[in-house]
């Protein structure tokens, strides 16, 4: 079965940067995106960007270019999100969750049809 | 600010069914199909309903999805106690994803 694994809680200081991890297991890794979205505490959803894990391509959100960077070991079918520059707004849990591609209509249609279970990162002096 | 709009809640007694709401524009949910999200407490949201109406595998029949001009809504026919949640819709925009700011479902 699909599983996406994230790695722990993270608890780092303003201006230092962050790692998260998302292993991937029970399909072909290379074979859909992987997204990251991050959910500020007891707010909604806010989608950071995706890499292709095939070729490593990437399309950041206006919001964080700059300062995330999405990139993939295919060995081990694991993403990673790099977060830099961190202040404490960005304390947030972030998902990793697998962009599916589906042909509907004769229209090719996307949605995130597997989540990782999210890993909490606290910023703060 | 959300670019999608969604009420903050909804509410409804066991067996009622309740409709939550979501506005887009013309660049989103106007020329692409929309997603529904159910996030339970404390945990990842889960697919609920892709390409405006579609149900993955497993999702009751109760919950249902249209999609018309720049809106779309989520039904949920027959409310159960474990129906309640957070709902968040999502739709392509240009060339990134947006989000309403969610909903929170309570079961009276």
């Known amino acids: 079965q699909v599983q996406l694994v994230q790695s722990g809680a993270e608890v780092k200081k303003p201006g230092a940067s962050v790692k998260v991890s998302c292993k991937a297991s029970?399909?072909?890794?290379?074979?859909?995106?992987m997204h990251w979205v991050r959910q500020a505490p007891g707010q909604g959803l806010e989608w950071m960007g995706w890499?292709?894990?095939?070729?490593?391509?990437?399309n950041y959100a206006q919001k964080f270019q700059g300062w995330v960077t999405m990139t993939r070991d295919t060995s081990i079918s694991t993403a990673y999100m790099e977060l830099s520059r961190l202040r404490s707004d960005d304390t947030a849990v972030y998902y990793c969750?697998?962009?599916?591609?589906?042909?509907?209509?004769?229209?090719?249609?996307?949605?995130?049809?597997?989540w990782g279970q999210g890993t909490l990162v606290t910023v703060s002096s | 600010q959300s670019v999608l709009t969604q009420p903050p809640s909804a509410s409804g007694t066991p067996g009622q069914r309740v409709t939550i709401s979501c506005s887009g524009s013309?660049?989103?949910?106007?020329?692409?199909?929309v997603n529904w999200y159910q996030q339970l407490p404390g945990t990842a949201p889960k697919l609920l309903i892709y390409?405006?109406?579609q149900r993955p595998s497993g999702v009751p029949d109760r919950f249902s999805g249209s999609k018309s001009g720049t809106s779309a809504s989520l039904a949920i026919s027959g409310l159960q106690s474990e129906d309640e949640a957070d709902y968040y819709c999502?739709?392509?925009?240009?060339?990134?994803?947006?989000f309403g700011g969610g909903t929170k479902l309570t079961v009276l």
């Open positions: 999502a739709a392509w925009d240009d060339s990134h994803w947006v």
């Open positions: 890499i292709n894990p095939n070729s490593g391509g990437t």
């Open positions: 390409s405006n109406n």
């Open positions: 013309s660049s989103n949910i106007g020329s692409n199909t």
């Open positions: 969750a697998r962009g599916r591609m589906i042909t509907f209509g004769g229209v090719i249609e996307q949605d995130f049809d597997y």
């Open positions: 029970g399909y072909t890794f290379t074979g859909y995106y």
